[in-house]
């Protein structure tokens, strides 16, 4: 049967013979997305949020900021109430994937997801208009990021709503920010790049199972204490504004690190690497 009209598809049944158009849409209903597929739904939504108004990217920058200090929250309740220290070891992680299923399904700017999305246009188009659109918006969701941790951070550390116990182990899943070396933060912080830019790779072709993969990465990445730099900076603020650890040690020892773990992970490992899987093929549909 003639199937030209589907020569664009990325339907992998489009390309057998003696299919017919009927049998074509039952392949695809059964198959999982391609790699290709995924991609393009991917940059689709990159190029969505490179069109963004800079106050929209704010305000959902803050409120990602804001939201993610419920991973510190709910896994500081679970490690402090959890007296065992293999269980506790095991289960308050758990705990650590309740601010990110809030801003991953709310669709808050988080800046991890960031690393991907708005990467896939620049690698489509390359050229310098779309790199300046994605280093704004880079530096938009970061910051406003960074200022709703600080503004979270800030509650948590001058208010009394949390029992003395609760507070210690806030500060308890706090330190190993600033405990390692420059070295040892970048690394960790490579893995947890790697696996949130691999969550938001993984999301399109999940469906109903969203929710599922959001917790399952985020707590690999609570349970090897890797660092991300929204979640990480909510603990590092916590511990300036409580007195355990000055400025130049969030920046330092915290920050730097971090950040360019997060965005090497995110963007060399993930966004690179499955662009070229699948560079060829969206070259020919492109062309």
Same mark, same amino acid.
């Given at each position: 049967m003639d199937q030209?009209?589907?020569?664009? $598809?990325? &339907?992998? *049944?489009?390309?057998l013979d003696g299919v017919s158009r009927r049998q074509t849409r039952q392949i695809e209903s059964q198959s999982r997305p391609s790699a290709a597929l995924i991609h393009e739904t991917i940059r689709a939504e990159g190029e969505q949020e490179l069109e963004r108004r800079w106050w929209a990217i704010v305000l959902s920058g803050f409120a990602a900021?804001?939201?993610i200090s419920l991973s510190l929250i709910v896994q500081g309740e679970l490690h402090a109430l959890i007296s065992d220290e293999a269980t506790r070891r095991l289960v308050a992680p758990l705990g650590y994937t309740v601010g990110f299923l809030v801003v991953v399904l709310g669709r808050q700017q988080l800046f991890t997801e960031? +690393?991907?999305?708005?990467?896939?246009?620049?690698?489509? &188009?390359?050229?310098?208009g779309t790199f300046a659109s994605v280093l704004k918006?880079?530096?938009?969701?970061?910051? $406003? &990021? @960074?200022?709703?941790?600080?503004? *979270?951070a800030s509650v948590l550390a001058r208010t009394s709503i949390f029992e003395p116990r609760i507070v210690d182990?806030?500060?308890?899943?706090s330190r190993p920010t600033i405990e390692g070396t420059f070295s040892s933060t970048f690394v960790r912080a490579i893995f947890a790049g790697w696996l949130i830019a691999s969550m938001a790779w993984l999301l399109p072709a999940a469906k109903g199972s969203r929710a599922h993969i959001i917790v399952v990465m985020t707590y690999v990445v609570a349970l090897g204490q890797f660092l991300h730099i929204v979640a990480g900076s909510i603990e590092c603020a916590f511990l300036v504004q409580s007195g355990l650890a000055s400025f130049s040690q969030y920046a330092s020892d915290f920050f730097i690190p971090t950040l360019l773990g997060?965005? @090497?992970?995110? +963007?060399?490992?993930? *966004?690179?690497? &499955?662009?070229?899987q699948v560079a060829a093929e969206i070259d020919n549909h492109r062309g």
């Amino acid at each position: 049967m003639d199937q030209s009209g589907d020569g664009a $598809s990325f &339907n992998p *049944a489009s390309k057998l013979d003696g299919v017919s158009r009927r049998q074509t849409r039952q392949i695809e209903s059964q198959s999982r997305p391609s790699a290709a597929l995924i991609h393009e739904t991917i940059r689709a939504e990159g190029e969505q949020e490179l069109e963004r108004r800079w106050w929209a990217i704010v305000l959902s920058g803050f409120a990602a900021g804001l939201s993610i200090s419920l991973s510190l929250i709910v896994q500081g309740e679970l490690h402090a109430l959890i007296s065992d220290e293999a269980t506790r070891r095991l289960v308050a992680p758990l705990g650590y994937t309740v601010g990110f299923l809030v801003v991953v399904l709310g669709r808050q700017q988080l800046f991890t997801e960031n +690393t991907l999305t708005p990467i896939l246009p620049l690698l489509h &188009n390359r050229d310098l208009g779309t790199f300046a659109s994605v280093l704004k918006l880079w530096i938009l969701v970061l910051a $406003s &990021n @960074i200022a709703g941790t600080w503004a *979270a951070a800030s509650v948590l550390a001058r208010t009394s709503i949390f029992e003395p116990r609760i507070v210690d182990a806030f500060i308890d899943l706090s330190r190993p920010t600033i405990e390692g070396t420059f070295s040892s933060t970048f690394v960790r912080a490579i893995f947890a790049g790697w696996l949130i830019a691999s969550m938001a790779w993984l999301l399109p072709a999940a469906k109903g199972s969203r929710a599922h993969i959001i917790v399952v990465m985020t707590y690999v990445v609570a349970l090897g204490q890797f660092l991300h730099i929204v979640a990480g900076s909510i603990e590092c603020a916590f511990l300036v504004q409580s007195g355990l650890a000055s400025f130049s040690q969030y920046a330092s020892d915290f920050f730097i690190p971090t950040l360019l773990g997060n965005i @090497i992970g995110g +963007t060399t490992l993930v *966004a690179l690497l &499955n662009y070229g899987q699948v560079a060829a093929e969206i070259d020919n549909h492109r062309g």
